[in-house]
Structures are given as C-alpha cells and as structure tokens.
C-alpha cells in the first residue's frame, strides 16, 4: 500500500462516499479519514466529524493523522444553492480557502478541488464546449466554482500549493442518493423505474446535459492525482466528458429493460439551470495530458445501474 494520509472532506456525498471507498482500496484502510459534518454509518473506517468553517478543526485533524493529501468535497450544490444564495457563497468559498491555507501551512502533497459545469454560462458553444470557454455563470455555485478555480491556481503559481481539479458533469452512479444538483434526475429515473413506479421529470424532454458514470468519475479523478505533476497543464481546472443525453433518453433507454416505464414532465426552476449549461462538453486536453478515457456510455451505464439497484432494492425488501 502506499504510504500517504488521505483526508475526505464530505465523505457523505453523493460522490465524497464512493471515493473514499476507493482511496482505501488504493491507500489502506487505515491511511484515510473519512469527514463530514454529521456522523454516518457508512464509514465503518476512520472519521471524523468536520464543519469546513472550522479551520482550526481541519487543522487538529491534519496533524492527528499526518495528512498529506486532502480531497476537499464539501459544498452546496447547485438546486440547494440557489434557494440560500449568501449561505452557498460563505460554505463553498470559506471552506475552500480554510483548506487551502491549512494545506499550504502543513505543507501538503496535494490537494483535490472538484469545479463542475456550472462554471459554465449562456455565453459558450452549446455543444462541445471547450477547455478555455469564457466562465460566465448563472449560479451562485457556479460563480464559487470559478473562484475556486482561480484560487486553486493562484495557490499553486503564488505557493507551490499542487491543487488538481476536474469540472465534473452529471455524475450518475447507484452507490448514494443525489444532493441536490440540477443534474440528479438522471440518478432518481433509475430508482424510480427499479420500483416500477412512474416518475415525474423536473427538466423538459428534450433537455440535453454532460453526464458521467460514477465509475468513469472516480477513476478520472484518481487518474489526475496519480499524474505526474509536469502532466499537469490545467492549474484552474479540467473539463471531463463521459457522455450526454437527454431525459427522453435515457428514458428510452431504461424502457430496453421495463417497456412500461412512464415519465412525466414537469419543468421547476431547475430548468433554467440547465438550459443556461452545455449540452455536452469537450476534454481533450485532459485526455492529451493524462490519457484521460470514459469507458460507459448511456447503455451501458443503464444496464449497470438498473444491475445493481435490482440488488439492492432485493436486499431493502428482506430486511
């Protein structure tokens, strides 16, 4: 195993929880701390429980353990965000740079920030959106993913700080409940149809979006911290394709294993949301800098999710 002391912060997440399963496959068990606000079960391992606000608790834990690389998950996400406006900035922005000033007073290997497509406003190519398009966007956490971008970069120019990150699209994935991004339909049709229950969509039909298999999304992200920093061209952060789709879709494409499958559409004020995103997004610069590769497209993602959802829906009813 190899030796540094990874620490996870929102190890609770939709994303936070199955990464930290696989940095303890790859790093030991006892090499990394889970983190999150409250308490879960779902980390039998270390944890600790971490408010990002409290710089001075991050600290405590970075030392009691000898962290030397952080994974900093923890932020309001899109749908939530826009409900609190103010409270999103202050979590995402004072989180983000208590982690940073603690990682470059500990003198850390690395740290992980995830930026997202919501980086991304109306001003862009729609299709096939670009590594360098302009940043204009439309929400607040959007807006703290910019930020966070140009203070991941002024970090590594101003301190030798080595932040990495990917813009991560739509992440889908059967491990976690969703958290509250305008991209979580696609998570909630899968449970939906598993049940054989009707869904009610809150995007329009035809509402294309970039997505990515939870799978594709781990390892990607373990694929740019394993890089070799001169690999590393992107100090802001790197869009990361997996595929895009629209809810009609992938709605067709869960009716290749339950043809009655019925869906309703309902647009909310998530729509805005998505149509002011890209349709699908272009990643050849991560795929030129550290051979970066999706390996799920929509089918596929279907027939393993609906896979393990089947399962775990079986073991529900038993207990």
Request: proline share 5%.
């Amino acid at each position: 195993m190899r030796k540094d002391k990874i620490l996870v912060i929102g190890a609770n997440g939709q994303i936070g929880s199955v990464l930290t399963q696989a940095l303890r496959r790859s790093f030991g068990e006892d090499n990394v701390v889970a983190s999150d606000i409250r308490d879960s079960e779902n980390h039998p391992g270390l944890f600790e429980t971490i408010n990002v606000l409290d710089a001075q608790r991050i600290a405590e834990v970075v030392d009691r353990y000898h962290i030397t690389q952080v994974y900093h998950l923890a932020a309001i996400l899109s749908a939530k965000g826009e409900a609190n406006p103010l409270k999103t900035w202050d979590i995402n922005m004072s989180g983000l740079f208590n982690v940073l000033e603690v990682a470059r007073e500990k003198r850390m290997a690395k740290v992980f920030f995830p930026s997202s497509i919501a980086v991304f406003g109306n001003d862009v190519p729609r299709y096939g959106t670009p590594q360098n398009a302009h940043l204009s966007p439309s929400t607040v956490y959007g807006m703290s993913k910019v930020a966070g971008e140009l203070w991941s970069q002024y970090y590594f120019q101003r301190y030798g700080l080595d932040v990495r990150s990917v813009r991560y699209p739509g992440v889908v994935g059967y491990q976690s409940d969703p958290g509250g991004g305008t991209t979580d339909y696609a998570v909630e049709i899968y449970h939906y149809a598993v049940q054989e229950k009707p869904y009610q969509c809150f995007l329009k039909n035809n509402t294309p979006l970039p997505m990515i298999y939870m799978d594709d999304a781990i390892r990607g992200t373990l694929e740019l911290m394993d890089a070799s920093s001169d690999k590393v061209s992107v100090r802001t952060s790197y869009n990361l394709a997996g595929m895009s789709f629209t809810p009609e879709e992938i709605t067709n494409s869960i009716r290749s294993f339950y043809p009655d499958f019925k869906v309703l559409y309902q647009p909310d004020f998530r729509q805005q949301i998505a149509d002011s995103w890209p349709a699908s997004i272009e990643d050849s610069q991560a795929r030129q800098d550290w051979n970066w590769q999706p390996k799920y497209d929509l089918d596929a993602m279907t027939a393993d999710m609906i896979l393990h959802l089947k399962e775990k829906y079986a073991v529900s009813s038993l207990t």
